[in-house]
């Protein structure tokens, strides 16, 4: 088991950054490839970066490619996404899930066996 904990959302207006974590505990979060999602009211979850546990692949949605980079400090057992240059389209609660493989985050459909609780974003114009 691991269990994840989200923080670094707030409010914020349009142009600005934020850096979201991942805060991992209950297993050496290395062990893991990790993603941040989100999901906006009345939307479905959409995914937005993973990374994986080791050589450091990363993948992005195409719409955030630039904007949005995700990284990970293992001896802080934490994985980050910067978010910049934030848009009102960017207000969801953003959520990080752990999986052992990064290939499944990588599908159609990624998906994770462990989630956090989330995290609100919210960016006013």
């Known amino acids: 088991q691991v269990q994840l904990v989200e923080s670094g959302g707030g409010l914020v207006q349009a142009g600005d950054s934020l850096r979201l974590s991942c805060a991992a505990s209950g297993r050496t979060l290395s062990r893991f490839a990790v993603g941040w999602f989100r999901q906006a009211l009345g939307k479905e979850r959409e995914f937005v970066a993973a990374i994986s546990g080791s050589a450091g692949r990363t993948r992005y949605v195409d719409s955030l490619k630039g904007r949005f980079t995700i990284s990970r400090d293992d001896a802080k057992n934490t994985v980050y996404l910067q978010m910049n240059s934030l848009a009102p389209e960017d207000t969801a609660t953003y959520y990080c899930?752990?999986?052992?493989?990064?290939?499944?985050?990588?599908?159609?459909?990624?998906?994770?066996?462990?989630w956090g609780q989330g995290t609100q974003v919210t960016v006013s114009s």
């Open positions: 899930a752990a999986d052992p493989l990064f290939v499944r985050f990588t599908i159609a459909t990624p998906r994770a066996d462990y």
